[in-house]
Protein backbone atom coordinates (compact mmCIF):
# COMPACT_ATOMS: atom_id res chain seq x y z
CA UNK A 1 0.00 0.00 0.00
CA UNK A 2 2.80 2.48 0.89
CA UNK A 3 4.50 1.66 -2.57
CA UNK A 4 1.37 2.56 -4.16
CA UNK A 5 1.07 5.80 -2.57
CA UNK A 6 4.22 6.39 -3.29
CA UNK A 7 3.96 5.33 -6.97
CA UNK A 8 0.88 7.42 -7.29
CA UNK A 9 2.39 10.90 -5.99
CA UNK A 10 5.59 10.58 -8.26
CA UNK A 11 3.01 9.85 -11.44
CA UNK A 12 1.41 13.00 -10.53
CA UNK A 13 4.77 14.72 -10.43
CA UNK A 14 5.46 13.08 -13.38
CA UNK A 15 2.57 14.37 -15.31
CA UNK A 16 3.07 17.64 -14.01
CA UNK A 17 6.37 17.93 -15.49
CA UNK A 18 5.66 16.61 -18.96
CA UNK A 19 2.77 19.03 -19.26
CA UNK A 20 4.96 22.21 -18.30
CA UNK A 21 7.44 20.69 -20.33
CA UNK A 22 4.90 20.47 -23.38
CA UNK A 23 3.80 24.21 -22.78
CA UNK A 24 7.65 25.02 -22.78
CA UNK A 25 8.27 23.57 -25.62
CA UNK A 26 4.77 25.04 -27.57
CA UNK A 27 5.46 28.39 -26.27
CA UNK A 28 8.90 28.15 -28.19
CA UNK A 29 8.00 26.15 -31.24
CA UNK A 30 9.19 29.55 -33.63
CA UNK A 31 12.86 29.31 -31.98
CA UNK A 32 15.07 28.58 -35.03
CA UNK A 33 17.67 28.03 -32.91
CA UNK A 34 18.15 24.04 -31.54
CA UNK A 35 20.88 24.69 -29.21
CA UNK A 36 19.45 25.96 -25.63
CA UNK A 37 21.43 28.86 -24.71
CA UNK A 38 21.49 28.57 -20.71
CA UNK A 39 22.89 32.25 -20.31
CA UNK A 40 20.05 33.55 -22.34
CA UNK A 41 17.38 31.43 -20.34
CA UNK A 42 18.75 32.79 -16.83
CA UNK A 43 18.79 36.17 -18.34
CA UNK A 44 15.55 35.82 -19.28
CA UNK A 45 14.16 34.66 -16.31
CA UNK A 46 16.17 37.03 -13.92
CA UNK A 47 14.10 39.70 -16.24
CA UNK A 48 10.57 38.28 -15.83
CA UNK A 49 11.08 37.60 -11.83
CA UNK A 50 11.91 41.38 -11.83
CA UNK A 51 9.04 42.62 -13.74
CA UNK A 52 6.64 40.28 -11.68
CA UNK A 53 8.10 41.84 -8.66
CA UNK A 54 8.07 45.30 -10.53
CA UNK A 55 4.15 44.46 -10.96
CA UNK A 56 3.36 43.43 -7.75
CA UNK A 57 4.71 45.97 -5.20
CA UNK A 58 2.94 48.49 -7.89
CA UNK A 59 -0.73 47.54 -7.61
CA UNK A 60 -2.90 48.80 -10.87
CA UNK A 61 -4.70 51.96 -9.93
CA UNK A 62 -8.08 51.68 -8.79
CA UNK A 63 -11.39 53.10 -11.25
CA UNK A 64 -11.73 56.20 -10.80
CA UNK A 65 -15.55 57.27 -10.12
CA UNK A 66 -16.00 60.95 -10.93
CA UNK A 67 -19.00 62.41 -9.11
CA UNK A 68 -21.96 63.66 -10.71
CA UNK A 69 -25.15 65.61 -9.10
CA UNK A 70 -28.51 63.31 -9.95
CA UNK A 71 -30.60 65.28 -11.52
CA UNK A 72 -34.49 64.46 -11.33
CA UNK A 73 -35.90 62.72 -14.76
CA UNK A 74 -39.23 63.11 -14.05
CA UNK A 75 -41.82 65.38 -11.74
CA UNK A 76 -41.29 65.92 -8.34
CA UNK A 77 -42.64 67.23 -5.29
CA UNK A 78 -39.28 67.34 -3.30
CA UNK A 79 -35.60 66.82 -4.82
CA UNK A 80 -32.36 67.97 -2.70
CA UNK A 81 -28.71 66.75 -3.15
CA UNK A 82 -26.99 69.73 -1.31
CA UNK A 83 -24.61 70.34 -3.58
CA UNK A 84 -24.47 74.02 -3.80
CA UNK A 85 -23.13 73.78 -0.53
CA UNK A 86 -25.43 75.93 1.52
CA UNK A 87 -28.57 75.49 3.44
CA UNK A 88 -30.51 77.68 1.26
CA UNK A 89 -34.40 76.65 1.22
CA UNK A 90 -34.13 74.81 4.69
CA UNK A 91 -35.52 76.85 7.92
CA UNK A 92 -33.70 76.00 11.18
CA UNK A 93 -36.07 75.69 13.93
CA UNK A 94 -36.04 78.49 16.94
CA UNK A 95 -38.74 76.59 18.66
CA UNK A 96 -38.27 75.55 22.91
CA UNK A 97 -39.34 71.65 23.60
CA UNK A 98 -42.21 71.61 25.58
CA UNK A 99 -42.34 69.72 29.52
CA UNK A 100 -37.87 69.83 29.13
CA UNK A 101 -35.63 71.81 30.93
CA UNK A 102 -34.80 75.15 29.93
CA UNK A 103 -30.79 73.87 29.09
CA UNK A 104 -32.15 71.35 26.63
CA UNK A 105 -35.48 72.81 25.79
CA UNK A 106 -33.97 74.82 22.64
CA UNK A 107 -33.44 73.62 19.22
CA UNK A 108 -30.11 74.14 19.34
CA UNK A 109 -28.38 71.22 17.32
CA UNK A 110 -26.01 72.37 14.72
CA UNK A 111 -26.27 71.47 11.34
CA UNK A 112 -23.62 71.50 8.23
CA UNK A 113 -23.55 71.26 4.54
CA UNK A 114 -20.30 69.59 4.00
CA UNK A 115 -18.70 66.21 2.73
CA UNK A 116 -17.92 62.80 4.58
CA UNK A 117 -15.17 62.31 6.45
CA UNK A 118 -14.18 59.36 4.49
CA UNK A 119 -15.75 59.96 1.06
CA UNK A 120 -14.50 58.22 -1.94
CA UNK A 121 -16.30 60.96 -4.28
CA UNK A 122 -14.86 64.42 -4.37
CA UNK A 123 -17.64 67.18 -4.63
CA UNK A 124 -20.70 65.27 -3.04
CA UNK A 125 -22.11 66.82 -0.55
CA UNK A 126 -25.24 66.46 2.12
CA UNK A 127 -26.66 67.52 5.59
CA UNK A 128 -24.71 66.67 8.76
CA UNK A 129 -26.02 66.29 12.10
CA UNK A 130 -22.58 68.03 13.71
CA UNK A 131 -23.94 67.99 17.46
CA UNK A 132 -24.11 65.43 19.98
CA UNK A 133 -26.99 65.35 22.70
CA UNK A 134 -28.96 67.94 21.68
CA UNK A 135 -32.15 68.71 20.04
CA UNK A 136 -32.30 69.73 16.10
CA UNK A 137 -34.63 70.51 13.86
CA UNK A 138 -34.55 71.91 10.60
CA UNK A 139 -37.42 71.83 7.78
CA UNK A 140 -37.87 72.71 3.88
CA UNK A 141 -41.01 73.21 1.91
CA UNK A 142 -42.32 71.30 -0.73
CA UNK A 143 -42.81 72.41 -4.42
CA UNK A 144 -46.44 71.63 -3.55
CA UNK A 145 -48.57 69.92 -1.33
CA UNK A 146 -49.08 66.48 -2.39
CA UNK A 147 -52.28 65.32 -2.04
CA UNK A 148 -53.02 62.01 -1.70
CA UNK A 149 -55.57 60.67 -4.49
CA UNK A 150 -54.69 58.06 -7.92
CA UNK A 151 -50.73 58.36 -7.37
CA UNK A 152 -48.63 56.55 -5.36
CA UNK A 153 -46.29 58.15 -3.08
CA UNK A 154 -42.25 57.18 -2.83
CA UNK A 155 -40.10 59.22 -0.42
CA UNK A 156 -36.37 58.71 -0.35
CA UNK A 157 -33.33 59.59 0.71
CA UNK A 158 -30.01 58.71 1.92
CA UNK A 159 -28.40 58.17 5.78
CA UNK A 160 -24.93 57.60 6.90
CA UNK A 161 -24.10 56.97 10.49
CA UNK A 162 -20.57 57.77 9.60
CA UNK A 163 -19.56 57.03 13.59
CA UNK A 164 -21.67 54.39 14.26
CA UNK A 165 -25.35 55.25 16.83
CA UNK A 166 -25.45 55.03 20.60
CA UNK A 167 -29.18 56.09 21.07
CA UNK A 168 -30.35 58.69 18.00
CA UNK A 169 -32.84 58.79 15.10
CA UNK A 170 -32.51 59.43 11.32
CA UNK A 171 -36.49 59.94 10.27
CA UNK A 172 -38.07 62.14 8.39
CA UNK A 173 -41.55 63.31 8.80
CA UNK A 174 -43.89 64.85 6.26
CA UNK A 175 -45.64 67.84 7.69
CA UNK A 176 -49.04 68.23 7.72
CA UNK A 177 -50.24 71.28 5.31
CA UNK A 178 -52.38 73.43 7.71
CA UNK A 179 -52.57 76.95 7.79
CA UNK A 180 -50.19 77.93 11.23
CA UNK A 181 -47.35 75.45 9.64
CA UNK A 182 -44.64 78.07 10.39
CA UNK A 183 -40.88 76.02 9.93
CA UNK A 184 -38.61 77.83 12.56
CA UNK A 185 -41.31 77.03 15.28
CA UNK A 186 -41.11 73.56 14.09
CA UNK A 187 -41.24 71.00 17.56
CA UNK A 188 -42.03 68.01 18.60
CA UNK A 189 -45.85 68.72 17.79
CA UNK A 190 -46.19 69.89 15.41
CA UNK A 191 -48.50 67.67 13.19
CA UNK A 192 -47.01 65.28 10.78
CA UNK A 193 -48.77 62.65 7.96
CA UNK A 194 -46.11 60.70 7.78
CA UNK A 195 -42.82 59.45 9.67
CA UNK A 196 -40.36 57.51 8.60
CA UNK A 197 -36.68 56.04 8.64
CA UNK A 198 -34.22 54.59 11.01
CA UNK A 199 -34.17 54.77 14.50
CA UNK A 200 -32.07 53.09 17.36
CA UNK A 201 -31.86 53.25 21.20
CA UNK A 202 -29.57 50.24 23.18
CA UNK A 203 -30.12 47.23 21.17
CA UNK A 204 -33.72 48.36 19.84
CA UNK A 205 -32.98 48.68 15.68
CA UNK A 206 -36.04 50.09 13.87
CA UNK A 207 -37.39 51.22 10.78
CA UNK A 208 -40.44 53.61 11.50
CA UNK A 209 -43.24 53.62 9.06
CA UNK A 210 -46.37 55.43 11.16
CA UNK A 211 -49.27 58.02 9.45
CA UNK A 212 -51.37 59.95 11.65
CA UNK A 213 -54.91 58.84 10.84
CA UNK A 214 -58.14 60.74 11.02
CA UNK A 215 -61.58 59.51 12.03
CA UNK A 216 -64.18 60.40 9.69
CA UNK A 217 -66.32 59.99 12.57
CA UNK A 218 -64.73 62.15 15.85
CA UNK A 219 -62.10 63.78 13.24
CA UNK A 220 -59.41 63.16 16.07
CA UNK A 221 -56.09 61.74 15.12
CA UNK A 222 -54.35 58.24 15.85
CA UNK A 223 -51.15 57.11 15.23
CA UNK A 224 -50.64 54.05 13.36
CA UNK A 225 -47.53 51.96 13.17
CA UNK A 226 -46.58 49.44 10.43
CA UNK A 227 -45.20 45.81 11.71
CA UNK A 228 -42.14 45.39 12.72
CA UNK A 229 -40.12 43.93 9.52
CA UNK A 230 -38.30 40.44 9.76
CA UNK A 231 -35.01 41.71 8.29
CA UNK A 232 -32.30 42.01 10.77
CA UNK A 233 -31.32 45.49 10.37
CA UNK A 234 -28.83 46.13 12.95
CA UNK A 235 -26.17 45.78 9.78
CA UNK A 236 -28.03 48.93 8.18
CA UNK A 237 -26.58 51.02 11.55
CA UNK A 238 -23.47 49.72 12.20
CA UNK A 239 -21.61 49.15 8.98
CA UNK A 240 -20.90 52.92 8.54
CA UNK A 241 -21.89 52.25 5.25
CA UNK A 242 -24.46 55.00 3.26
CA UNK A 243 -27.80 53.32 3.07
CA UNK A 244 -30.79 54.59 0.74
CA UNK A 245 -34.58 54.61 2.17
CA UNK A 246 -37.40 54.43 0.55
CA UNK A 247 -41.19 54.47 1.41
CA UNK A 248 -43.73 53.13 -1.33
CA UNK A 249 -47.38 53.67 -0.68
CA UNK A 250 -49.69 52.23 -3.30
CA UNK A 251 -53.32 53.69 -3.65
CA UNK A 252 -54.30 50.15 -3.16
CA UNK A 253 -53.55 50.74 0.80
CA UNK A 254 -50.17 48.66 0.16
CA UNK A 255 -46.89 49.57 1.12
CA UNK A 256 -43.27 48.72 0.33
CA UNK A 257 -40.08 49.81 3.11
CA UNK A 258 -36.65 49.21 0.56
CA UNK A 259 -33.47 49.68 1.99
CA UNK A 260 -30.85 49.79 -0.90
CA UNK A 261 -33.52 48.84 -2.95
CA UNK A 262 -34.30 45.92 -1.36
CA UNK A 263 -37.91 45.12 0.22
CA UNK A 264 -37.30 44.62 3.79
CA UNK A 265 -40.94 44.95 5.19
CA UNK A 266 -44.35 45.04 3.17
CA UNK A 267 -47.83 44.86 4.25
CA UNK A 268 -51.63 46.81 3.70
CA UNK A 269 -52.41 49.62 5.51
CA UNK A 270 -55.70 48.11 6.49
CA UNK A 271 -54.44 44.76 7.97
CA UNK A 272 -50.82 45.67 8.94
CA UNK A 273 -51.14 48.70 11.02
CA UNK A 274 -50.90 48.64 14.53
CA UNK A 275 -53.50 49.59 16.47
CA UNK A 276 -55.81 48.31 13.08
CA UNK A 277 -57.34 51.40 10.95
CA UNK A 278 -60.94 50.48 11.26
CA UNK A 279 -62.62 50.60 15.43
CA UNK A 280 -64.96 47.34 16.26
CA UNK A 281 -68.31 47.42 15.62
CA UNK A 282 -68.70 46.74 19.22
CA UNK A 283 -66.87 47.83 22.40
CA UNK A 284 -67.27 46.79 26.19
CA UNK A 285 -69.44 49.14 28.04
CA UNK A 286 -67.80 51.16 30.46
CA UNK A 287 -70.73 51.32 32.42
CA UNK A 288 -71.36 47.79 32.98
CA UNK A 289 -70.15 46.56 36.44
CA UNK A 290 -69.44 43.16 38.31
CA UNK A 291 -72.66 41.90 40.15
CA UNK A 292 -71.42 41.08 44.02
CA UNK A 293 -72.73 37.50 44.17
CA UNK A 294 -71.32 36.84 40.81
CA UNK A 295 -68.95 33.97 41.49
CA UNK A 296 -65.77 33.11 39.15
CA UNK A 297 -64.38 30.16 41.30
CA UNK A 298 -64.45 27.39 38.80
CA UNK A 299 -63.82 25.04 41.93
CA UNK A 300 -64.37 25.53 45.53
CA UNK A 301 -63.66 23.23 48.58
CA UNK A 302 -65.77 20.20 49.69
CA UNK A 303 -68.11 21.04 52.23
CA UNK A 304 -68.81 17.80 53.00
CA UNK A 305 -65.50 16.46 53.23
CA UNK A 306 -64.04 15.49 57.38
CA UNK A 307 -60.81 15.60 58.54
CA UNK A 308 -59.98 11.78 59.50
CA UNK A 309 -59.43 11.04 63.05
CA UNK A 310 -55.78 9.37 62.41
CA UNK A 311 -54.52 12.67 60.20
CA UNK A 312 -50.83 14.07 62.31
CA UNK A 313 -49.98 17.41 61.48
CA UNK A 314 -47.49 19.52 63.81
CA UNK A 315 -49.22 22.10 65.63
CA UNK A 316 -48.32 26.04 65.67
CA UNK A 317 -47.36 25.83 69.36
CA UNK A 318 -47.49 28.23 72.51
CA UNK A 319 -45.84 31.71 71.71
CA UNK A 320 -42.15 32.41 73.33
CA UNK A 321 -40.41 35.69 74.04
CA UNK A 322 -37.60 36.22 71.32
CA UNK A 323 -34.47 34.40 72.57
CA UNK A 324 -30.89 36.76 73.27
CA UNK A 325 -27.57 34.88 73.16
CA UNK A 326 -26.17 34.19 76.40
CA UNK A 327 -22.91 35.72 77.24
CA UNK A 328 -22.30 32.39 79.03
CA UNK A 329 -22.15 30.49 75.98
CA UNK A 330 -19.05 31.85 74.54
CA UNK A 331 -16.65 30.41 76.44
CA UNK A 332 -18.51 26.70 77.54
CA UNK A 333 -18.43 23.58 75.36
CA UNK A 334 -22.21 23.66 74.91
CA UNK A 335 -25.32 25.92 76.16
CA UNK A 336 -28.83 25.48 77.20
CA UNK A 337 -31.12 22.32 78.03
CA UNK A 338 -30.11 19.10 75.99
CA UNK A 339 -33.10 18.57 73.56
CA UNK A 340 -32.97 14.85 71.35
CA UNK A 341 -32.70 15.73 67.75
CA UNK A 342 -36.11 15.32 65.72
CA UNK A 343 -36.44 12.96 62.89
CA UNK A 344 -39.26 13.62 59.82
CA UNK A 345 -42.58 12.34 61.74
CA UNK A 346 -43.24 8.98 58.92
CA UNK A 347 -46.95 9.38 59.96
CA UNK A 348 -47.09 13.72 58.34
CA UNK A 349 -49.52 13.86 55.76
CA UNK A 350 -49.58 17.56 56.09
CA UNK A 351 -52.24 20.41 56.59
CA UNK A 352 -55.61 18.95 55.58
CA UNK A 353 -57.58 20.57 53.51
CA UNK A 354 -60.69 19.41 51.99
CA UNK A 355 -60.78 18.07 48.48
CA UNK A 356 -61.97 20.14 45.57
CA UNK A 357 -64.87 19.78 43.63
CA UNK A 358 -66.47 21.46 40.39
CA UNK A 359 -68.17 25.13 41.91
CA UNK A 360 -72.54 24.33 41.30
CA UNK A 361 -72.68 28.30 40.66
CA UNK A 362 -70.03 29.06 39.01
CA UNK A 363 -70.85 31.43 36.32
CA UNK A 364 -67.37 32.22 34.24
CA UNK A 365 -65.23 34.67 34.56
CA UNK A 366 -67.16 38.65 34.41
CA UNK A 367 -66.73 40.49 31.31
CA UNK A 368 -69.05 43.70 30.97
CA UNK A 369 -71.76 43.19 28.34
CA UNK A 370 -70.48 44.44 24.66
CA UNK A 371 -72.61 48.02 23.70
CA UNK A 372 -72.59 49.03 19.66
CA UNK A 373 -69.09 51.60 19.34
CA UNK A 374 -70.55 54.89 18.98
CA UNK A 375 -67.21 55.41 17.16
CA UNK A 376 -67.26 52.83 14.53
CA UNK A 377 -66.54 53.94 11.11
CA UNK A 378 -65.16 51.97 8.22
CA UNK A 379 -62.80 53.50 6.17
CA UNK A 380 -61.66 51.34 3.02
CA UNK A 381 -59.21 54.23 1.81
CA UNK A 382 -56.82 54.55 4.29
CA UNK A 383 -54.41 56.18 1.74
CA UNK A 384 -56.11 59.33 1.33
CA UNK A 385 -54.23 60.84 4.41
CA UNK A 386 -54.04 64.29 5.09
CA UNK A 387 -51.92 66.23 2.97
CA UNK A 388 -48.43 67.32 3.51
CA UNK A 389 -46.64 70.30 2.56
CA UNK A 390 -43.09 70.36 4.03
CA UNK A 391 -40.26 67.37 5.22
CA UNK A 392 -38.50 67.89 8.42
CA UNK A 393 -35.94 66.29 10.65
CA UNK A 394 -36.68 66.70 14.21
CA UNK A 395 -33.65 64.35 16.23
CA UNK A 396 -32.33 63.90 19.43
CA UNK A 397 -29.02 61.77 18.98
CA UNK A 398 -26.05 60.63 21.02
CA UNK A 399 -23.89 60.36 18.17
CA UNK A 400 -22.59 63.23 15.84
CA UNK A 401 -21.63 63.12 12.42
CA UNK A 402 -24.96 61.75 11.28
CA UNK A 403 -25.02 62.05 6.63
CA UNK A 404 -27.81 62.87 5.11
CA UNK A 405 -28.35 63.04 1.15
CA UNK A 406 -30.43 63.26 -1.86
CA UNK A 407 -34.51 63.70 -0.68
CA UNK A 408 -36.84 63.13 -3.19
CA UNK A 409 -40.59 62.48 -3.10
CA UNK A 410 -42.18 61.97 -6.11
CA UNK A 411 -45.22 59.50 -7.77
CA UNK A 412 -43.67 57.60 -9.95
CA UNK A 413 -41.10 54.69 -9.18
CA UNK A 414 -38.65 54.94 -12.25
CA UNK A 415 -37.91 58.42 -11.36
CA UNK A 416 -37.06 57.77 -7.78
CA UNK A 417 -34.94 54.89 -8.79
CA UNK A 418 -32.97 56.63 -11.41
CA UNK A 419 -32.28 59.45 -8.76
CA UNK A 420 -31.32 56.66 -6.49
CA UNK A 421 -28.81 54.99 -9.15
CA UNK A 422 -27.48 58.60 -9.59
CA UNK A 423 -26.96 59.59 -6.15
CA UNK A 424 -26.23 56.50 -3.91
CA UNK A 425 -25.83 54.07 -6.62
CA UNK A 426 -22.45 56.38 -7.22
CA UNK A 427 -21.56 56.37 -3.47
CA UNK A 428 -21.60 52.10 -3.92
CA UNK A 429 -19.66 52.15 -7.09
CA UNK A 430 -17.17 54.46 -5.52
CA UNK A 431 -16.79 52.78 -1.86
CA UNK A 432 -16.45 49.09 -4.36
CA UNK A 433 -13.83 50.58 -6.24
CA UNK A 434 -11.71 51.57 -3.42
CA UNK A 435 -12.75 48.29 -0.98
CA UNK A 436 -9.14 46.28 -1.19
CA UNK A 437 -9.15 43.00 -3.10
CA UNK A 438 -10.32 39.57 -1.66
CA UNK A 439 -7.23 38.74 0.64
CA UNK A 440 -7.10 42.54 2.09
CA UNK A 441 -11.27 41.97 2.71
CA UNK A 442 -10.89 38.35 4.12
CA UNK A 443 -7.47 40.25 6.56
CA UNK A 444 -9.73 42.77 7.66
CA UNK A 445 -12.26 40.57 8.49
CA UNK A 446 -10.03 38.71 10.60
CA UNK A 447 -9.02 41.45 12.18
CA UNK A 448 -12.71 42.63 13.88
CA UNK A 449 -13.48 39.00 14.33
CA UNK A 450 -10.00 37.15 14.97
CA UNK A 451 -11.93 33.48 15.32
CA UNK A 452 -11.97 33.90 11.43
CA UNK A 453 -8.17 32.76 11.30
CA UNK A 454 -9.07 29.34 12.62
CA UNK A 455 -11.41 28.61 9.55
CA UNK A 456 -8.95 30.43 7.04
CA UNK A 457 -6.68 27.69 8.41
CA UNK A 458 -8.80 24.92 8.08
CA UNK A 459 -9.83 25.92 4.91
CA UNK A 460 -6.31 26.11 3.39
CA UNK A 461 -4.17 23.74 5.71
CA UNK A 462 -6.72 20.98 5.85
CA UNK A 463 -6.60 20.01 1.66
CA UNK A 464 -3.07 20.30 2.06
CA UNK A 465 -2.13 18.17 5.45
CA UNK A 466 -5.20 14.80 3.18
CA UNK A 467 -2.93 15.41 0.26
CA UNK A 468 0.08 14.72 2.61
CA UNK A 469 -1.56 12.27 4.27
CA UNK A 470 -2.45 10.16 1.60
CA UNK A 471 0.56 10.24 0.01
CA UNK A 472 3.44 10.12 2.75
CA UNK A 473 1.73 8.76 5.55
CA UNK A 474 0.74 5.14 6.28
CA UNK A 475 2.24 1.73 8.38
CA UNK A 476 4.94 0.04 6.77
CA UNK A 477 4.08 -3.14 6.39
CA UNK A 478 6.42 -5.95 7.38
CA UNK A 479 7.92 -8.34 4.85
CA UNK A 480 7.26 -12.24 5.48
CA UNK A 481 10.44 -12.96 6.12
CA UNK A 482 10.90 -9.87 9.03
CA UNK A 483 7.86 -12.12 11.37
CA UNK A 484 9.10 -14.20 13.73
CA UNK A 485 7.80 -17.49 14.18
CA UNK A 486 3.95 -16.97 15.78
CA UNK A 487 0.63 -17.64 15.40
CA UNK A 488 -0.43 -14.56 14.16
CA UNK A 489 -1.82 -14.35 10.94
CA UNK A 490 0.74 -12.51 8.06
CA UNK A 491 -0.37 -10.82 5.14
CA UNK A 492 -0.08 -11.96 1.78
CA UNK A 493 0.42 -15.47 2.85
CA UNK A 494 -1.16 -18.70 1.84
CA UNK A 495 -2.38 -20.96 4.51
CA UNK A 496 -0.29 -23.40 2.62
CA UNK A 497 2.86 -21.66 2.64
CA UNK A 498 1.89 -20.54 6.82
CA UNK A 499 2.43 -24.45 7.22
CA UNK A 500 4.96 -25.64 4.67
CA UNK A 501 7.33 -23.11 6.54
CA UNK A 502 6.12 -24.07 9.93
CA UNK A 503 7.07 -27.79 9.30
CA UNK A 504 10.38 -26.65 7.94
CA UNK A 505 10.85 -24.53 11.27
CA UNK A 506 10.31 -27.54 13.07
CA UNK A 507 12.59 -30.06 11.09
CA UNK A 508 15.12 -27.63 11.21
CA UNK A 509 14.89 -27.09 15.06
CA UNK A 510 14.77 -30.85 15.61
CA UNK A 511 18.34 -31.57 13.75
CA UNK A 512 19.75 -28.49 15.72
CA UNK A 513 18.64 -30.36 18.67
CA UNK A 514 20.29 -33.74 17.51
CA UNK A 515 23.54 -32.05 16.73
CA UNK A 516 24.19 -30.61 19.88
CA UNK A 517 23.35 -33.71 21.51
CA UNK A 518 25.68 -35.44 18.88
CA UNK A 519 28.67 -32.80 19.77
CA UNK A 520 28.22 -33.00 23.81
CA UNK A 521 27.95 -36.80 24.10
CA UNK A 522 30.10 -38.72 22.19
CA UNK A 523 31.19 -41.21 24.09
CA UNK A 524 28.32 -41.84 25.41
CA UNK A 525 26.34 -42.60 21.99
CA UNK A 526 29.45 -45.19 21.14
CA UNK A 527 28.51 -46.91 24.69
CA UNK A 528 25.13 -46.87 23.47
CA UNK A 529 26.28 -48.43 20.31
CA UNK A 530 27.85 -51.15 21.91
CA UNK A 531 25.55 -52.27 24.50
CA UNK A 532 22.73 -52.57 21.28
CA UNK A 533 25.62 -55.37 19.71
CA UNK A 534 25.95 -56.99 22.80
CA UNK A 535 21.98 -57.17 23.19
CA UNK A 536 21.34 -58.48 19.76
CA UNK A 537 24.32 -61.60 20.25
CA UNK A 538 22.52 -62.43 23.21
CA UNK A 539 19.08 -63.10 21.40
CA UNK A 540 20.92 -64.91 18.83
CA UNK A 541 22.67 -67.32 21.09
CA UNK A 542 18.90 -67.62 23.10
CA UNK A 543 16.85 -68.47 20.20
CA UNK A 544 19.43 -71.03 18.87
CA UNK A 545 19.35 -72.75 22.31
CA UNK A 546 15.26 -72.98 22.22
CA UNK A 547 15.55 -74.22 18.64
CA UNK A 548 18.23 -77.41 19.76
CA UNK A 549 15.80 -77.94 22.86
CA UNK A 550 12.63 -78.82 20.95
CA UNK A 551 14.70 -80.57 18.22
CA UNK A 552 15.89 -82.99 21.22
CA UNK A 553 12.13 -83.57 22.45
CA UNK A 554 10.67 -87.05 22.08
CA UNK A 555 7.93 -86.91 19.26
CA UNK A 556 4.27 -88.44 20.24
CA UNK A 557 3.08 -91.66 18.56
CA UNK A 558 0.02 -90.63 17.25
CA UNK A 559 2.08 -87.95 15.31
CA UNK A 560 4.45 -90.72 13.89
CA UNK A 561 2.11 -92.84 13.05
CA UNK A 562 0.27 -90.30 11.25
Known sequence: MMEQKWLLCAALLLVGTVIQAHEDDHDHSDDDDDVIDIEDD?????????????????????????????????????????????????????????????????????????????????????????????????????TKPFIFDTKPLIVQYEVNFQNGIECGGAYVKLLTKTPDLILDQFHDKTPYTIMFGPDKCGEDYKLHFIFRHKSPKTGKYEEKHAKRPDADLKNYFTDKKTHLYTLVLNPDNSFEILVDQTVVNSGN???????PINPPREIEDPNDQKPEDWDERAKIPDPDAVKP??????????????????PKCESAPGC????????????????????????????????????????????????KMTPFSALGLELWSMTSDIFFDNFIICTERAVADDWG??????????????????????????????????????????????????????????????????????????????????????????????????????????????DAETASQEEEEEEEEEEEEEDSKPVPEDEERS
Open 42 to 142: LDDGVEEVEKLQHETSTPPPLPKVTYKAPVPTGEVYFAENFDKGTLEGWVLSKAKKDDTDDEIAKYDGKWEVEEMKDTKLPGDKGLVLVSRAKHHAISAKL
Open 269 to 275: LLTDMTP
Open 336 to 383: GTWQRPTIDNPNYKGKWKPPMIDNPNYQGIWKPRKIPNPDFFEDLEPF
Open 421 to 530: NDGWGLKKAADGASEPGIMGQMMSAAEERPWLWVVYILTVALPVFLVILFCCSGKKQPSAAEYKKTDAPQPDVNEEEKVEEKDKGEVEEDEEEEEEINDEKPEEKHRGDG
Open 309 to 326: DDWDEDMDGEWEAPQIAN
